[in-house]
């Protein structure tokens, strides 16, 4: 089964650059990598989905590197208003056959003034 | 565009009641996901529809939960009769994608929390 292991918790400040690891060691050859960003009282929220190398969106940049085993949410510049959980997603297939995400515990930022 | 939507946002009920939660998916997405968290652990899935049809539903915890979508549109997920240890926030998401997990995204809604006393 696939699997993801993130740190549980991390702290920055305002105007850092964040980046968060994620190791997925058994991820499949046709498994793409994804996070979602989930804040109190609300539904998890897809931040950006990579397969290989490098990719950027107006919101983060997520490096994967040759193996694809472990990978690299960066956030740059935070704000108070990404103090959030992170979750890292890779696709695992349900006993029933769907081929679903499986999320872990998450990693809980907090950024400070 | 609305996103997906649940409601109730918040339920308390005794124990041996019944509740039922709906979800409405962004309308076009023929795949509807049940998601639950229970206090402490992992969001877990629970079931996949396909349009009407249910994909995969090894994520259902047992005979207690019954999850329906009449006519590929909503969906409602009915849990009775209600145990403590079903006490959790329930997530409704939906996706273009069959198989979202392998690529493309699901769009969550906020969630219901369910509280059995």
């Known amino acids: 089964l696939a699997k993801t292991t993130q740190p549980i918790s991390m702290d920055s400040y305002e105007g850092q650059e964040v980046n968060i690891t994620c190791s997925h060691n058994?991820?499949?050859?046709?498994?793409?990598i994804t996070w979602y960003q989930q804040f109190p009282s609300q539904g998890p929220r897809f931040i950006i989905q990579g397969y290989k190398t490098k990719v950027t969106n107006e919101v983060a940049s997520l490096f994967i590197p040759a193996d694809r085993k472990s990978s690299t949410l960066s956030l740059p510049r935070v704000s108070l208003s990404d103090t959030a959980v992170y979750y890292c997603?890779?696709?695992?297939?349900?006993?029933?056959?769907?081929?679903?995400?499986?999320f872990g515990r998450g990693t809980s930022l907090i950024v400070h003034p | 565009e609305a996103g997906v939507t649940q409601f109730p946002s918040h339920s308390v009920i005794e124990k041996g009641q019944t509740v039922t939660l709906r979800c409405d998916p962004i309308?076009?997405?023929?795949?509807l996901y049940w998601y639950r968290r229970v206090m402490g652990k992992e969001i877990k899935f629970l079931l996949h529809?396909?349009?009407?049809?249910?994909?995969?539903e090894s994520g259902m915890p047992n005979n207690r939960f019954l999850a329906e979508r009449t006519g590929g549109t909503y969906s409602t997920l009915k849990v009775q009769p209600a145990e403590l240890e079903d006490s959790g926030v329930y997530f409704c998401?939906?996706?273009?994608?069959?198989?979202?997990?392998?690529?493309?995204?699901?769009?969550f809604g906020q969630g219901t929390r369910l509280t059995v006393v």
């Open positions: 998401a939906s996706s273009q994608e069959r198989n979202f997990g392998r690529f493309g995204e699901a769009f």
């Open positions: 997603l890779v696709g695992d297939i349900a006993s029933g056959g769907s081929y679903i995400p499986t």
């Open positions: 529809f396909v349009k009407e049809s249910k994909q995969d």
């Open positions: 058994n991820i499949a050859t046709n498994d793409y």
């Open positions: 309308s076009g997405h023929d795949n």
